[in-house]
């Protein structure tokens, strides 16, 4: 038997060195000294042993089993230790490391001019409006004063839908539903994106944006008209700045006007931005023809106004020397980043 104890002693020890993890070491332990461990099974053994060598055998046994117990506690401590180790080096972090910087998304250069422009009609009162893009023929022309086969649709090449439905071309298309669900005063712009089959060039796009702008009430001039976009004018470019109207034709305004505002760049002296005129046109504008009224269901006899549409690439190309429209709809990244802020 005592052969045996040695025998089991040996090949515990030999075996206990190659366990490395604490559930390992639980196993072990159960199989040796658990309730059926080996190490019991001897105590258990020692029924068959002749009395007197009984409690030599039973001290024996015990000494195996303290020596194993310290042994699987000195290991176990070790396994602990290099476990914390190894999670501790998993976990190292270097707090000298240079940060990571999180890139967040910028205003488009379009929305930052837009926003602005938002801005100053909202301080004189307007309310920012919103119209579909995908436009009736009534409301993109015929409400217009652009009746089907009239030679104004050529000032306008349209993307048709179907003989019904297209693409707007102008955000006028927003005054037509408006006056008709609007009662005066109005005062209203509607910005958005609008469509023509133009060729692309540096100054066309086949999608370009325009802010409209129409204020309906009783007594409404064309004074009133030029002080708006007067103040406009001031608070984009700065108060030196100068407007001017030259007459033009629109079928819904009458009279109708184009303007332009002294160029900011050069002051009006004649640079590149300009072309050398001193002078960039900004919009088209006008008093509402009374037959769009009546078609509104507005009374012309009552009720006045005008209107204005606002080119906002053109707004934004020149206020930041962009010399290509086409990098407005590019997205690339290194020319959007710039506008950042
Ligand atoms: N819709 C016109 C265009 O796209 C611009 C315009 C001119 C709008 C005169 C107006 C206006 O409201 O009164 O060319």
């Given at each position: 038997m005592k052969e045996q104890l040695?025998?089991?002693?040996?090949?515990?020890?030999e075996e206990l060195k190659t366990l490395e993890s604490p559930k390992e070491l639980e196993d072990f332990r159960v199989r040796y000294m658990g309730k059926k461990g080996s190490?019991?099974?001897l105590l258990r053994g020692m029924g068959a042993l002749?009395?007197?060598?009984?409690?030599?055998?039973?001290q024996m046994v015990n000494q195996l089993r303290q020596e194993l117990?310290?042994?699987v506690t000195e290991k176990s401590q070790a396994v602990q230790a290099a476990l914390q180790k190894e999670q501790l080096a998993k976990e190292k972090l270097d707090v000298t490391m240079?940060?990571?910087k999180t890139a967040s998304g910028g205003l488009h250069p379009l929305n930052v001019v837009l926003d602005d422009?938002?801005?100053?009609f909202q301080s004189m009162g307007f309310d920012v409006i919103d119209g579909p893009e995908?436009?009736?023929d009534y409301y993109c022309f015929q409400a217009l004063n652009v009746p089907e086969d009239h030679p104004a649709r050529d000032m306008q090449d349209t993307f048709y839908l179907t003989d019904n439905l297209l693409l707007r071309t102008q955000t006028s298309a927003a005054q037509a539903r408006t006056m008709e669900t609007a009662k005066p005063p109005i005062r209203v712009i509607c910005p958005g994106r609008v469509y023509r089959a133009d060729e692309v060039d540096a100054t066309h796009s086949p999608v370009f944006h325009q802010i409209e702008g129409l204020v309906i009430d009783k007594g409404v001039t064309m004074c009133d008209l030029k002080g708006v976009l007067e103040q406009f004018a001031h608070e984009i470019y700065g108060e030196d700045t100068q407007i001017r109207f030259r007459p033009s034709f629109f079928p819904f305004t009458e009279p109708s006007v184009e303007v332009d505002v002294t160029c900011s760049a050069c002051g009006g002296k004649g640079c590149r931005v300009c072309k050398g005129a001193g002078w960039i046109e900004i919009l088209g504008a006008g008093m509402?023809?009374?037959?769009?009224l009546e078609m509104g269901g507005i009374d012309p006899e009552e009720y006045s106004g005008f209107a204005f549409g606002i080119g906002l690439d053109r707004l934004t190309t020149t206020r930041y020397k962009i010399s290509d429209i086409r990098l407005l709809f590019e997205n690339d990244l290194r020319f959007l980043e710039q506008f950042d802020r």
């Amino acid at each position: 038997m005592k052969e045996q104890l040695e025998g089991l002693r040996v090949q515990a020890l030999e075996e206990l060195k190659t366990l490395e993890s604490p559930k390992e070491l639980e196993d072990f332990r159960v199989r040796y000294m658990g309730k059926k461990g080996s190490v019991t099974g001897l105590l258990r053994g020692m029924g068959a042993l002749p009395a007197e060598e009984r409690p030599v055998m039973g001290q024996m046994v015990n000494q195996l089993r303290q020596e194993l117990e310290d042994a699987v506690t000195e290991k176990s401590q070790a396994v602990q230790a290099a476990l914390q180790k190894e999670q501790l080096a998993k976990e190292k972090l270097d707090v000298t490391m240079p940060g990571k910087k999180t890139a967040s998304g910028g205003l488009h250069p379009l929305n930052v001019v837009l926003d602005d422009i938002i801005d100053i009609f909202q301080s004189m009162g307007f309310d920012v409006i919103d119209g579909p893009e995908v436009e009736t023929d009534y409301y993109c022309f015929q409400a217009l004063n652009v009746p089907e086969d009239h030679p104004a649709r050529d000032m306008q090449d349209t993307f048709y839908l179907t003989d019904n439905l297209l693409l707007r071309t102008q955000t006028s298309a927003a005054q037509a539903r408006t006056m008709e669900t609007a009662k005066p005063p109005i005062r209203v712009i509607c910005p958005g994106r609008v469509y023509r089959a133009d060729e692309v060039d540096a100054t066309h796009s086949p999608v370009f944006h325009q802010i409209e702008g129409l204020v309906i009430d009783k007594g409404v001039t064309m004074c009133d008209l030029k002080g708006v976009l007067e103040q406009f004018a001031h608070e984009i470019y700065g108060e030196d700045t100068q407007i001017r109207f030259r007459p033009s034709f629109f079928p819904f305004t009458e009279p109708s006007v184009e303007v332009d505002v002294t160029c900011s760049a050069c002051g009006g002296k004649g640079c590149r931005v300009c072309k050398g005129a001193g002078w960039i046109e900004i919009l088209g504008a006008g008093m509402v023809h009374p037959r769009v009224l009546e078609m509104g269901g507005i009374d012309p006899e009552e009720y006045s106004g005008f209107a204005f549409g606002i080119g906002l690439d053109r707004l934004t190309t020149t206020r930041y020397k962009i010399s290509d429209i086409r990098l407005l709809f590019e997205n690339d990244l290194r020319f959007l980043e710039q506008f950042d802020r």
